[in-house]
């Protein structure tokens, strides 16, 4: 900051902020505290931010700086404010917002899409004003942002607002500055502003406005499924208490056991459907409105097909104005659960919807709102220490996050395979994309590069290096190699590290243990049990699990029996394959895992694959990581306590100066103790523990011997609460720092920002 002018006449200086400054009321919360401050000037959102141009007493100006710098809008994140000093002279009397000057690189972050405030609230539930029953009320506070964004700077004409004009009476709300509406681009009313429609399955419009709504609200009470247009793509919705509608659903949708989540309308109605602790009932009512997966009651009227198997649910709160009147029609919990057809992207546009969604439902609730860019809800859990977000989606993304490194030149990064994010970076800002999905699917592909062109184009970026997964057969990596551009191949769990160095602003070295599925290692097999000494420039690998057979490929994954016949074997037992297997199947796997033949994997999440499949007895996984999430659910019936069993069941052995964890002899205990008709949620739960005080014991030696204090947690296996849990416990017994994911996914959601970090590090 500037020093304070000694002099007597007043002072002028420029203020430039950085972060997220558009579209979260940003200039109107400048002019009210200019102008309560006396002071003249003016503020105008540029690419790069906000400018503040401000003349008055020194005192003044610096209260000024204080107030954005200490007391931003809610929804603003102020990363950096640079003063200058201006020559004072004549100028307007008083403070005014300033027409948006284009020209220069856009690179101000956008806001994220965020649920209506208690105000707008309000006022739709007041019969007296102009926007009562209004689906699309919002203000500067609230509304939708990056979904409705086509470009920056953030204004009108740069959303899809675009094609609808302003009545007299929101125009003068937009214009004045005294009006919690002033400069609210999304701006509407129903005299000016978007309408719903109820249509058929076909797209005819049955009814629209307050009718179309009631209409739907009457068909989802009789049982009706319905395609609804939400803020980042459509859902499919059913009533939640009605088995056979929610049956049903997941017949037409195609999707077995994944679970689905349940909108209710406000916390009351969560707390008659989940244990809700504190941090669960912040985490739902937080402005970004993530699925928050709780406890569910017993009595919870929820139909069984809504989470099968399971013993939680992932509950959301509405999150616009729509969803609110709805849920309020409706007046019961409502599944609503992405609008495809089993893992394609969730569609967007009307028509998209009317094709693929039409033949599904009874009928379609939409709006004619546009949604730029699809977003899928986020999905959270709540801890003692605090919201761990498992997906980064709607309400989050693109909310930038600080590299611990910045970078002089721009980086794409274009993240891994699964649970697919792109992200970009400059200076020393870092924007991850919404979720994307499985880029397996070629829909998914498609909108890979739209998301891709989104970012650069949005930052307008051309980026400099391009950074990339090491496994040569994600479609991410084969668009890398594509693009022309300078390349960095960033290791798949130093990835991980790094994403989680990245959120906590730190550069390493650390002791990371990155434990997941898959990730392609530089020894060219499939990683997934990882010690890495790791900065943001480099890692090494000092001890891994024991690698084993992967028993036909992908096939391994969908069957968790061949992992857990693997296992057997590997701790000296017969392989076993279960009765239920076609026998030449289970010959083969038999073969292949005692002749140690086929890829082979140290991969913690296919470890607990087959434990999962050894304690519940599952074949076949429909979701990713189904048996070892069961397993879980399991271990958690049973309290964690000081009792220390099946201790000295984990080794690990050096080979070649490399450690090698092995539970050989836990996978033996885990099936004798099953044999003598242990009840198996007392196995499941054990089976966590000594796994988990094992690896901490191995992190903490590695640690020990590399000189660090610090470990990272990291991988898709520590969205396992019990295993997380008893494996930073007891690093921090040890007197080690640990630290854990919260803001950016521990999963493959999180990749690209590690890839941006480490770029940015090695430029
Ligand atoms: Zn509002
Ligand atoms: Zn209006
Ligand atoms: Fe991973």
């Not at 690209?752 to 090695?762: E, F, R, T, V, Y």
């Amino acid at each position: 900051m500037t020093a304070p002018d000694p002099a007597p006449r007043p002072a002028r200086r420029r203020l430039r902020v950085t972060g997220t400054v558009q579209g979260v009321g940003f200039r109107p919360f400048v002019h009210r505290h200019a102008t309560a401050l006396g002071l003249d000037g003016v503020v105008r959102n540029e690419g790069q931010g906000v400018v503040i141009e401000v003349q008055g007493p020194a005192d003044a100006l610096d209260e000024l700086a204080r107030v954005v710098r200490d007391e931003p809008p809610a929804r603003a994140r102020v990363s950096d404010i640079v003063a200058e000093a201006l020559p004072s002279g004549a100028t307007d009397r008083g403070f005014r917002i300033d027409t948006t000057r284009t020209g220069g690189p856009a690179t101000s972050p956008i806001g994220v899409d965020t649920a209506p405030c208690a105000a707008c609230l309000a006022e739709v539930d007041d019969p007296n004003d102009r926007r009562h029953r209004y689906p699309f009320t919002n203000c500067t506070d609230c509304g939708p942002r990056y979904t409705i964004t086509r470009t920056v700077p953030y204004d009108r004409p740069a959303t899809t607002m675009a094609g609808f004009t302003m009545c007299p009476a929101c125009r003068r709300e937009y214009e004045d500055p005294s009006d919690r509406r002033f400069h609210a681009q999304p701006n509407a009313c129903p005299a000016c502003g978007p309408r719903v429609a109820w249509r058929s399955p076909n797209g005819i419009v049955r009814a629209e406005g307050d009718a179309g709504l009631t209409a739907a609200a009457a068909a989802l009470a009789g049982g009706a499924i319905v395609a609804l247009k939400g803020v980042g793509g459509y859902h499919l919705a059913v009533d939640a208490t009605d088995e056979g509608a929610v049956v049903e659903l997941r017949r037409r949708k195609v999707r077995d056991d994944k679970p689905f989540a349940v909108m209710v309308a406000d916390l009351g109605a969560a707390r008659s459907l989940g244990h809700l602790d504190e941090a669960s009932e912040v985490a739902l009512a937080d402005p970004g409105r993530p699925i928050v997966l709780v406890p569910r009651r017993g009595d919870a009227p929820t139909a069984a097909a809504v989470a099968p198997d399971l013993p939680e649910l992932g509950l959301l709160l509405p999150y616009s104005p729509l969803h609110h009147l709805l849920l309020a029609a409706v007046d019961r919990p409502l599944v609503m659960t992405s609008g495809n057809i089993s893992d394609e992207p969730i569609a967007h546009t009307d028509d998209d919807a009317v094709a693929r969604l039409g033949p599904m439902v009874d009928g379609l609730l939409t709006h004619d709102r546009p949604i730029h860019i699809r977003c899928d809800d986020s999905v959270a859990r709540a801890t003692a220490d605090g919201v761990r977000l498992l997906r980064r989606s709607r309400g989050f993304a693109p909310e930038p996050l600080t590299l611990p490194r910045p970078t002089g030149r721009p980086i794409l990064a274009v993240g891994a395979e699964l649970k697919s994010t792109v992200a970009v970076a400059w200076d020393a800002t870092v924007v991850a994309s919404h979720h994307i999905g499985d880029l397996e699917h070629l829909a998914t592909h498609r909108s890979f590069l739209q998301a891709i062109d989104h970012l650069l184009g949005l930052y307008d970026l051309d980026p400099a290096v391009v950074a990339h997964d090491l496994h040569p057969e994600y479609l991410s990596t084969k668009l890398a190699l594509d693009l022309d551009r300078p390349l960095l191949g960033v290791q798949h769990h130093h990835a991980h590290v790094a994403s989680c160095l990245v959120e906590h602003g730190r550069a390493g070295p650390v002791l990371g243990v990155a434990f997941d599925g898959t990730g392609y290692g530089t020894d060219g097999t499939l990683w997934g049990g990882e010690y890495l000494v790791a900065d943001l420039e480099a890692s090494r690998r000092v001890g891994h699990l024991r690698p084993l057979t992967l028993p036909g490929g992908a096939a391994a994954i969908r069957e968790p029996w061949r992992m857990a016949a693997a296992w057997r074997h590997a701790a000296g037992l017969a392989p076993d394959p279960p009765p239920s297997v076609d026998p030449t199947m289970a010959d083969g796997v038999t073969g292949l895992v005692t002749s140690a033949q086929g890829p082979l994997t140290s991969s913690v999440g296919r470890l607990f694959d087959a434990l999962g499949s050894l304690v519940t007895g599952r074949v076949r996984a429909t979701y990713e990581a189904q048996a070892a999430i069961e397993l879980e659910a399991l271990a958690r019936q049973v309290e964690r306590v000081d009792v220390v069993e099946w201790d000295e069941v984990l080794s690990s052995d050096r080979i070649d100066g490399v450690a090698v964890l092995d539970p050989g002899a836990l996978v033996a205990r885990l099936v004798t103790e099953l044999g003598r008709g242990r009840p198996p949620s007392e196995v499941a739960a054990a089976a966590h523990d000594a796994l988990g005080r094992g690896v901490a014991a191995l992190a903490a030696e590695l640690a020990g011997a590399a000189g660090v204090g610090t470990v990272v947690l990291t991988g898709g296996v520590f969205q396992n609460r019990r295993l997380s849990e008893v494996v930073a416990d007891d690093l921090r017994a040890r007197g080690l720092e640990v630290l854990e994911h919260h803001r950016v996914p521990c999963n493959d959601g999180g990749i690209s920002i590690g890839q941006a970090a480490i770029a940015a590090a090695s430029s």
